[in-house]
């Protein structure tokens, strides 16, 4: 696969039929298993990449594009664009607020695309605005298209995906605390970051506080929508009593093409409403009592060739593909769609017209996903991952450091964090395992090292190139990120050494959802409330520190 990715540039779809065709044949020739268990292995992958993940990326996209094709995401884009004139805090807004928002509705790309052509419009340097949106599509991206990332990691390790998840959301939020920083940083220099610190302060640990608390205590599958919605919401109050001395702009900037409009809060609202009830109706969908519920709907499928032939823990694997038809939560995106096409008055014909267009438009990533889940139960049942797990046992106690860049190099390839996972995830919990380190550690670390490829990895540099208007120039782009990319990956992988071996209560025990639900239950609204004011502290704090004292703004 990173052969034909990164070498001969094959498009993904064809490198995934290459690869689960030699997968299948090593599993055969290699490993000695029977050719019938590993089709039926690669079948059984292929569905699993298909429902649940696959039903997941084609609705979240079909909501997105269907708030395009009804205008109502050029509003949402005004909204954003019309805060402020400061490229500084328009670089916040977008390129890692909004961008994020995007990431988690849809990613894929997407992010990079919208926020980098959004830049250039407001009348950014080009290849500033591509670089700047790739590295802030970093911190988002292991929670991206509705937590895609975490439950494919779930899926291929056996692992329940809650621990997973409250372990990225206690590495990324570092993270997260130091990006805006670092881009207005590049843009404007220490002078100019320091002139907007409260801003920064606001943007990047609201964003953060929101993506610890809703990983840790909602799942997998919100963070990004509603750590980028309070980080905006927050930066827009905190907009309404500080602005920053002088308004920055780059040096001989282009002139702005983007047309901003203001609307009135009940259009806005409209706007933002496929998305206020996408968030409300996945956040039910994960409470305990509601998913019992709905699990109960369901159509189970024996794999009679493959069932308890498999041995884990040296006891046979019942092998049952479990279609939860109701209980997926691509079902619950669909249903926020269907409520949306109402608000927004959408009619049966144009609302099937768009939901074909976006399935025909996603037949080549759907593709890409089965071949690729389905190489990875054929490593993961034929052997072949515990066999790479072990070879990388050599690597001792630094292996918290190395899963880092194991999950980098996955999405540097594959351009993905959910493909990523796919492929390594398994080998870090067996290589974890091996070591006598906690996996649900060294599992996370591949997702939240992983992000840091997204900037460099092909397809999103192509992406950014394509959105700007640098067309040529992508060899350019990959300069201006690559070794951000390389330092944001060692910063997660010195953060996961430490947990390791410095911190090891960071890591939460493997508890199942229900304990998680039941503690969010408890403390949910007083974390909010600390939250806010810690935000509200922070950033006054911040900026009495910086200028001597609070100046209120129009």
């Known amino acids: 696969m990173f052969i034909a990715l990164g070498v001969f540039r094959t498009k993904g779809h064809t490198a995934g039929i290459i690869t689960i065709v030699l997968a299948i044949a090593v599993a055969i020739l290699g490993y000695g298993m029977p050719a019938n268990y590993a089709l039926w292995s690669a079948l059984y992958g292929a569905l699993y990449g298909l429902w649940p993940i696959g ?62 052509a959004m830049l250039v419009g407001l009348g950014f340097n080009p290849l500033y605005a591509a670089g700047i949106c790739l590295i802030a599509n970093t911190s988002p991206v292991a929670f991206g298209a509705i937590g895609i990332p975490i439950i494919t990691a779930g899926g291929v390790t056996g692992l329940d995906t809650m ?38 302060v606001v943007s990047g640990v609201s964003f953060a506080l929101m993506q610890w608390f809703s990983s840790n205590y909602l799942g997998p599958l919100l963070p990004d929508i509603l750590s980028s919605l309070f980080s905006i919401v927050c930066l827009v109050l905190f907009l309404r009593v500080w602005k920053p001395g002088q ?5 001989d900037e282009p002139p702005a093409t983007l047309k901003v409009t203001r609307h009135s809060p009940g259009v806005i609202l409209k706007a933002w409403s496929p998305f206020i009830v996408l968030t409300i109706l996945i956040a039910d ?31 046979p ?8 038809w109701l209980a997926a939560t691509g079902t619950s995106i669909l ?69 880092a860049f194991l999950g980098w190099l996955g999405v540097f390839i594959t351009g993905s964090d959910t493909s990523s996972n796919a492929l390594f995830c398994n080998m870090q919990k067996v290589t974890a395992e091996s070591l006598n380190i906690n996996p649900v550690l060294t599992v996370a670390t591949n997702s939240a090292g992983g992000v840091a490829g997204k900037m460099i990895s092909p397809q999103n540099i192509v992406v950014g190139a394509s959105s700007t208007g640098l067309i040529g120039r992508e060899g350019d782009l990959f300069r201006f990120t690559v070794w951000h990319s390389i330092f944001f990956t060692a910063f997660i992988g010195v953060i996961a050494t430490l947990q390791a ?18 503690a969010a239950a408890k403390g949910g609204a007083w974390y909010l409330l600390i939250s806010a004011v810690i935000v509200l502290v922070i950033g006054v704090a911040a900026y009495r520190q910086a200028n001597g004292t609070l100046r209120t703004g129009a």
């Not at 664009?81 to 509705?105: K, N, V």
């Not at 694997?317 to 939860?324: L, S």
């Not at 071996?501 to 039941?518: D, E, L, S, T």
């Open 55 to 116: 039903w997941i990326v084609v609705t979240a996209v079909f909501l997105y594009n269907l708030t395009v094709k009804t205008g109502q995401f050029e509003i949402i884009k005004d909204s954003i664009a019309a805060i402020t004139d400061d490229r500084r805090l328009q670089a916040l807004l977008i390129a890692f607020s909004f961008g994020a928002f995007i990431e988690g509705a849809a990613g894929f790309g997407t992010p990079v695309a919208i926020t980098a």
């Open 335 to 403: 249903i926020a769609a269907i409520v949306s096409a109402f608000i927004l008055r959408v009619g049966p014909g144009r609302f099937l017209a768009i939901f074909w267009e976006t399935l025909k438009n996603l037949r080549f990533a759907l593709v890409t996903i089965a071949c690729v889940l389905a190489f990875a139960y054929v490593a993961n049942w034929s052997g072949m991952t515990t066999t790479m797990g072990k070879a990388f046992t050599v690597v001792g106690a630094a292996f918290p450091f190395v899963a």
């Open 317 to 324: 694997m019942a092998v049952v593909y479990t279609f939860n």
């Open 163 to 200: 621990p997973i998840s409250q372990m990225v959301g206690r590495q990324l939020p570092f993270l997260s605390v130091f990006v805006p920083f670092w881009l207005v940083f590049i843009m404007a220099g220490w002078k100019g970051a320091r002139e907007v610190m409260p801003a920064i």
């Open 285 to 315: 969908w994960g409470l305990n009592p509601v998913k019992a519920l709905l699990n109960k709907v369901n159509i189970p499928i024996v794999f009679s060739g493959l069932d308890k032939m498999i041995l884990v823990g040296g006891k």
């Open 501 to 518: 071996y410095v911190f090891p209560g960071m890591i939460p025990p493997a508890v199942k959802a229900a304990a998680a639900a039941a």
């Open 247 to 251: 308004v920055w702009r780059f040096q």
